[in-house]
């Protein structure tokens, strides 16, 4: 724990206009280290990002740094540790060195440092409690043993200071099963109670799917405490199926529920849960889907047998864009905004670009003073980020694109057929495949001046899917009304409301979208700018499309969105070449 105050103390005048101009997400920095548990805060309100860096393949030791900021993370400097000393990194793994303390949670009602760490090979082999009255920095922290297992994937505990309990989650994997499990101390990290929880199910092969994915069935869970009235204590699990898995607990983490699918899409990603001091928690977390896993018997490039048995993945295709949301009572949730889309998404060398995951998955965040929060994201040093952004982004209705500042703001890139496998000896982009353009700015067929975004189809046999789209964001909402301006030139786009990312050229993407139509020539006066009007209602279960002020159609509803709708997916209606396509000049939408 920590206290806004010290925070906010270190600031001179002029970083605190900086941090209050601050509002949708802005990068401060890049962190030495993959996201998860590197971030604390010390007593002065120093914040410290830990890590390695000069690392030379994804296992490679590297080099122990941290960075500093004592500006609420608006600057940062990077320190060396002496060569010797290794601290805890973001799985809750220790390299060989002398021990250090590293990132690690405050006990309010005692000002001691706690964090957990799993050692995997020496006499000390096993899961340890490190304690420091000193704090981040300590060269000689006492190690409490907990269990001679080894857990992975551990956070930061979290202090409940009703019970003066310290509580914390992580996992282990015992032959291909996954025990994720629940730690907690109530005599400051002097001993500990370790309760396991019921893994969540397998995935299973059903159509579109033709071979498994990776079986991770209940690793990465993370806790928090909902606000009030529901109090309970949350987890949510990364698991292998479409869905985080969800648990609660009534008594302070003693006894938990059995899991069950929650409400949140993801799929082999790991979420994280920040309870604000006011009692709001903000959920960051990828609100996507992964392309259909082909049959790796017959998958070109081929893959190893790990892989074809679930025991690892070919490719991550559902980590190029991360999101938040936040809820004020535990059940209504708010924003499933679109945080950060990765930089490289669409690079020709994405696999290759260094090693480990190139991604934007896993978080960690910080509460900052006014109003703000402090995430770091992400896993290779080439997609990792640390952003701040204003908790009052999340609540915007309305939102709009024009394209004048590129495709920054959408999702265009299609897949090449890349050697992938996470089970290649040097994990070179580790379960990745590369990358190509997709629909692209083109002058707008008018002559102008302007540039819109052509959505086409061009056969190349080396493309995993032809099918060119783009995906873009809006604010949830259940009803609201999507303008854009469309020029039909070619086969025309299929047109999808949706409530989480899937990718452009995703084959079945009608498949769980809300709502799905086609806008074509059959429908609008071709090459003419038309603008398209859809008022869609998920209560009701409708949409109705106009053209201008010309009823179209009436789109009933396909899938159930609990949470709204908040994405556009738009793809290529061609089931041939279509070079022509259809142009999009601007996108915007408001929610009720």
């Not at 930061?156 to 730690?183: A, D």
């Not at 952004?389 to 299609?414: A, R």
């Not at 897949?415 to 629909?439: E, M, Q, Y």
Request: glycine letters at 10%; aromatic letters at 10%.
């Amino acid at each position: 724990m920590y206290e806004l105050e010290k925070l906010e103390a270190l600031l001179s005048d002029k970083d605190r206009e900086r941090l209050k101009k601050i509002y949708a997400p802005t990068v401060v920095c890049v962190q030495p280290d993959d996201a998860r548990r590197g971030m604390c805060v010390m007593p002065d309100g120093e914040i410290r990002s830990y890590g390695i860096t000069d690392k030379r393949h994804v296992w490679d030791g590297g080099r122990y740094v941290y960075l500093s900021s004592r500006n609420c993370g608006l600057d940062w400097t990077r320190i060396d540790l002496p060569e010797e000393y290794a601290t805890v990194i973001n799985y809750g793994k220790m390299y060989a060195g002398k021990r250090v303390m590293g990132a690690s949670a405050r006990v309010p009602w005692s000002g001691r440092y706690v964090c957990l760490v799993g050692i995997h090979e020496g006499e000390d082999k096993g899961t340890w409690a490190m304690l420091s009255d000193l704090g981040p920095g300590d060269t000689e922290p006492r190690m409490v043993k907990i269990t001679d297992e080894v857990f992975g994937d551990m956070f930061l505990p979290t202090m409940l200071e009703g019970r003066q309990r310290i509580i914390t989650t992580g996992s282990i994997n015992r032959g291909g099963e996954y025990g994720p499990t629940v730690f907690y101390s109530d005599d400051n990290g002097e001993s500990w109670q370790i309760v396991p929880l019921k893994s969540t199910p397998k995935h299973t092969v059903v159509w579109p799917h033709l071979g498994q994915r990776w079986q991770n069935n209940g690793a990465e869970p993370n806790l928090v405490v909902l606000p009030e009235p529901d109090g309970r204590m949350m987890i949510l699990m990364r698991t292998s199926l479409d869905y985080f898995y969800v648990y609660y607990s009534s008594d302070d983490g003693e006894s938990w529920t059995d899991g069950e699918p929650s409400r949140f899409h993801g799929t082999l990603t790991t979420p994280f849960l920040l309870r604000l001091r006011d009692g709001r928690v903000i959920l960051f977390w990828n609100n996507t889907r992964p392309l259909a896993e082909p049959n790796h018997e017959q998958t070109w490039p081929p893959v190893g047998n790990g892989v074809k048995n679930g025991q690892g993945e070919d490719a991550f295709t559902n980590r190029d864009a991360n999101h938040a949301a936040i809820t004020e009572d535990g059940v209504n949730w708010i924003g499933f905004r679109e945080m950060f889309l990765n930089d490289r998404r669409g690079a020709a060398d994405f696999r290759v670009g260094g090693s480990g995951d190139n991604s934007v998955h896993q978080f960690q965040a910080i509460e900052l003073p006014y109003g703000k929060i402090l995430v770091a994201f992400g896993q290779h040093e080439f997609s990792r980020r640390t952003v701040i952004f204003d908790v009052n982004w999340l609540y915007e209705k309305e939102h709009s694109e024009n394209f004048q500042l590129g495709l920054d703001h959408v999702t265009t890139h299609l897949f090449v057929k890349s050697v992938s496998d996470c089970h290649l000896p040097a994990i070179p982009g580790h379960c990745a495949w590369n990358r190509t353009n997709g629909a692209l700015l083109m002058p707008d067929p008018t002559g102008n001046f302007r540039e819109a975004l052509q959505i086409c189809r061009v056969r190349d046999k080396r493309l995993v899917s032809e099918l060119q789209g783009a995906v873009w964001n809006f604010p949830k909402t259940f009803r609201g009304e999507l303008r854009m301006e469309v020029y039909v030139a070619g086969a025309g786009v299929k047109v999808r409301l949706c409530d989480h990312w899937m990718n452009a050229g995703d084959p079945d993407a009608g498949m769980w979208a809300a709502y799905d139509f086609v806008l074509d020539a059959k429908m609008l006066p071709a090459g003419e700018w038309r603008e398209i009007v859809i008022r869609f209602d998920t209560i009701a279960g409708t949409a109705e499309v106009q053209d201008a002020e010309r009823f179209l159609v009436t789109v009933p509803m396909r899938q159930a969105s609990p949470d709204g709708l908040s994405y556009l997916h738009l793809q290529t209606a061609a089931e041939t070449e279509d070079f022509d396509g259809t142009y999009i000049r601007s996108l915007y939408c408001r929610g009720e």
